[in-house]
């Protein structure tokens, strides 16, 4: 980690207002704290925006098991692509639906994939794809 450098920004005052009841909100304990995590959220989006780079990130799944073989598809999908998941978990949130969530790692644009088709697979309720970085170029 490099050396705490100090700067002064310069805002509006009801933007100030605004940002110091977020900052209070979601407990921050300084300004400083929730400037660094808005700093650092903006350069993990724009690392998984170029999609050569390798992300990480989850892909949550609602669906209804009794839909016509959706599961094997699923199952099948995921197999062709077990080079990206690292990890699923798999719920049962009533006597027809399931929740599934899926741990992935992999070149961005092979995420984002993989996420759009098996969001897209009919009979899928729900789904979500959240990427984040591998931490490893984030301070």
Sequence with gaps: ??????FGVS???ELLEKFDALCEERCYQTRSEAIRDLIRNTLVQKEWEDTGNVVAGTLTLVYDHHKSDLAQRL???QHDHHDVI???IHAHLD???CLEVLILKGPGKDVQALGQKLISTKGVKHGKLNLTTTGKDIM
Aim: hydrophobic letters at 30%; zero cysteines.
């Design 11 to 13: 805002l509006d005052s």
């Design 86 to 88: 690292i990890s699923t």
């Design 95 to 97: 006597h027809d639906n």
């Design 1 to 6: 980690m490099g050396q705490t450098i100090r």
């Design 75 to 77: 199952t099948e999908l």
